[in-house]
């Protein structure tokens, strides 16, 4: 690189930064050429370079005897559209690279803007600490319980069941398997209806533990359009389930990961009634469902399954604490498959825990905390959004969340979030970029973002670095 | 069947159980034939016929003008002998049956003799159960142990690697990843080094949870002789492995599933130079090591290994508490591929759970406790041998357990301990049939019983029924 092209360059990047840090707004003029060469101390024909370059970028546009202008940019903070998937089933390779966000995502100094994790001040934390207390003052036999099978404490279960009672048809609590997380539910169930070489339909964008799932199991991932308004199309899952060599379906259709969205309950019940007339097993994701920002809890799909083939999984680590170890799963027709893979797979569940979560949730306490900390992530998820729309690059869409704690990112076509993740790493800056949520390389403009913290001066400029860095990036069409 | 047969096969059913339950031993005489008339009001047809029945089962024999006596028999309780296994390997199917086992044999009035589980008076609970309350209150900020990877708590490993630090090559702390279980630890291993297709050489009779580890994830078993004195044969794993077509090695050296046996020194450090020059993953299942009856604590294959390629599984739930929910492996080289596993398939592990044991062990009071449950267990499994030994009919062998809380037995060849299975369940007896240890249906006239609970005389008139249940089997030669 020579050096009056390392100049215009660098001149280029900082007042892309500034544009799009929000320092000037569509419409407002530039400084003039001439200042900026005194400023600088740059030669005109440099500055007149580093403009043409921002103009190529569609940042910036000339004004004849004017000057130079920020562009209005039209619709720049659109939903992403759907996109075409594949039409074929693919093998998936996503875990090496799940594991590497994993592993540098969590040194010490880099922003927690990658896995989906609420900071500890928002969760019930002491108050649950001091339950375990009286919990095995009130409970000496806890330990007793026994056989390796079916720990499941039973106050529990009921707690469990009592929060479906409104359902069309609510789950029984003999459906219930108390399991170490939401993940574990998954595993199991997965485990339970599939056989190696078997192809299960994923939502595209899937969730990046979904896939790593398929491809741990050797299963086949089809991703199926998803709509980041309605979730995963049903016309498309009708298509692909009609030859019958689709073994289950996995999605998250209550403030779905990433795209945030609520499956409208037309959707859902079209959905159980397509399932089960393809005697399609069903793996529902509900973690997020308590998430929800409107006023009322949304109902999963296992609340319009008629025949019992959906298998409903969830867990308390975006509520409570990832650090509890307890989800569950609600089996329907499958419970004696995914009993039989919780006995072979991880045998034991927390006796104490469950007792601890079966009064948490009997006390209400559940219930109210839940009422503070969705007003939380709907705070966080808008200043999310807020901040995404100000230093992120012009042509940058964004999901619109109806609850959970992500917000997903769509970058100009023309960059890959993938490839600069080791630079956001290195300026200790995070995110899970969108490739790992297909199993067909699709979304490598994309990047999921959490908002799980609250958005403090430092998650704001975490947020704008980043935005800064996507832009330098932005090459000439 | 008609009256008369009726009438002589409950003589000779009740006069078995005489000779069985050791009232008469061998070379003793029977009552007269006169008197067995008189006072069970049969003719003496009736009886010769029952006598004849006893003789054909070669449990007594008739002398010449003097009448019947019980049979010596040589070396009644022998060991079994290590059998041949098949040449190729074999996909597994037992869950089913396993399944079978576990849910009924935990029915209410079942008597505890099927599944290795501890009685709870033996554990101690209650100082398990008060320590979370100090633990607790000790360390408010437990539960915001964060990001779901990696929760492995610094204290227990540091107990876990101090426990090791007398072998040749001690683990690493960062060798080690809590676990919800040893069944856990163990799923994982076995996922981390395997894909489906792929075989696994296992002892002969194997853990029947680890067939069924290898079957729901598409492996075969190739099923390794295994000598109830110094267990799995060396010469053969040498032989089987030549081809290099053996993915890895799953065993329990230390108080066997179910041989009870402790693999000798010698033969620990072949395995490890073995396995080493051949690239074998080995996956070692130490859950019985600390329940050894003689005075060393033997140690692990993992002691001797070094080249890292050996993953040693473990957990406290038969010294503890099954309850607890709480394991660990060791994972040498393969520490990724376990902690990838960890990550996708179960997540988390109870932050407040690993504290407790972390002050349990560095308390002092587990090596305590285990003084104490060692020789408890030792005195269970000999009160068990001679109950075998005085009920059972006179060919049965058994091993000499060197450890651990079971104890294998093989009945004479003709009886099939699964086809019995269901009548000992509707009879209220309950044992793990023979054929749950083996991928290839040996093993059909062993049975493993559970010496996990204190020998009561209602333990004790179990097993005498299981006897006889088991004698009245005996068909003529």
Redo the contacts between chains.
């Keep these: 690189m020579t050096h009056s092209r390392l100049l215009y360059e660098r001149l280029a990047e900082d007042l892309q930064e500034f544009i799009v840090a929000g320092n000037l707004r569509p419409g407002e003029r530039l400084p003039s050429v001439r200042r900026l060469s005194q400023e600088r101390r740059l030669s005109v024909s440099t500055v007149l370079q580093a403009l043409r370059q921002l103009e190529e970028r569609g940042l910036i546009e000339a004004r004849p005897q004017s000057g130079y202008f920020v562009r209005q940019t039209s619709a720049p903070r659109a939903q992403p559209d759907a996109r075409v998937t594949p039409d074929s089933p693919v093998l998936v390779d996503v875990?090496q690279r799940v594991?590497r966000v994993?592993q540098t995502s969590?040194k010490t100094g880099v922003a927690p803007l990658a896995?989906a994790?609420p900071a500890?001040e928002l969760?019930p934390?002491?108050a649950?600490?001091?339950l375990?207390?009286g919990?095995?003052?009130r409970h000496?036999?806890?330990?007793?319980?026994?056989?390796?099978?079916?720990?499941d404490n039973a106050a529990l279960v009921r707690q469990l069941v009592l929060r479906a009672m409104a359902w069309e048809k609510p789950p029984a609590a003999n459906e219930f398997v108390i399991?170490?997380?939401c993940?574990?539910a998954l595993?199991l169930c997965v485990?339970a209806v599939t056989?190696?070489?078997d192809t299960v339909a994923v939502e595209s964008p899937a969730y990046y533990?979904m896939l790593?799932?398929l491809e741990?199991a050797?299963l086949k991932a089809l991703e199926i359009p998803t709509d980041p308004r309605t979730g995963l199309s049903i016309e498309a899952l009708d298509l692909a389930t009609r030859d019958g060599k689709v073994a289950a379906c996995l999605l998250v259709p209550n403030a779905s990961n990433p795209l945030g969205n609520i499956m409208p309950d037309e959707h859902k019940r079209r959905f159980a009634k397509l399932s089960a007339e393809r005697g399609l097993a069903v793996i529902e994701d509900d973690i997020f469902g308590d998430l929800h920002f409107g006023n009322e809890r949304p109902r999963p799909i296992k609340a319009f399954d008629k025949t019992d083939n959906v298998m409903l999984c969830s867990?308390f680590?975006k509520c409570l604490?990832?650090?509890?170890?307890?989800?569950f799963v609600a089996t329907g027709r499958y419970r004696?498959q995914v009993?039989?893979?919780k006995?072979?797979?991880?045998?034991?569940?927390?006796?104490?825990?469950q007792q601890v979560l079966a009064e948490y949730l009997e006390s209400g306490a559940y219930d109210r905390h839940m009422r503070t900390l969705r007003r939380d992530y709907e705070r966080q998820v808008n200043a999310m959004r807020t901040a995404v729309a100000k230093y992120f690059p012009a042509a940058t869409r964004m999901t619109e969340p109806q609850g959970g704690l992500v917000l997903w990112v769509e970058l100009p076509a023309e960059l890959d979030a993938g490839a600069l993740y080791d630079q956001a790493i290195a300026a200790g800056l995070a995110y899970v970029p969108g490739e790992l949520f297909s199993a067909s390389g699709m979304y490598r403009n994309c990047l999921r973002l959490n908002c799980g913290n609250p958005h403090t001066p430092a998650i704001d400029d975490a947020v704008r670095r980043l935005g800064a860095l996507m832009a330098r990036h932005l090459r000439a069409p």
Tied chains: 1, 2.
């Excluded at 000496?140 to 720990?151: C, K, T």
């Excluded at 604490?321 to 989800?327: E, V």
């Excluded at 006995?343 to 825990?353: D, H, N």
């Design positions: 875990s594991m994993l969590r896995f994790l500890p969760l934390l002491a649950l600490q001091r375990y207390g919990v095995v003052r000496p036999r806890l330990l007793e319980s026994g056989p390796f099978i079916q720990l399991t170490n997380s993940t574990e595993a485990r056989r190696p070489g533990l790593q799932l741990t050797g867990s680590s604490s990832p650090a509890l170890g307890m989800g004696q009993a039989l893979q006995a072979i797979t991880s045998g034991a569940t927390s006796a104490v825990t």
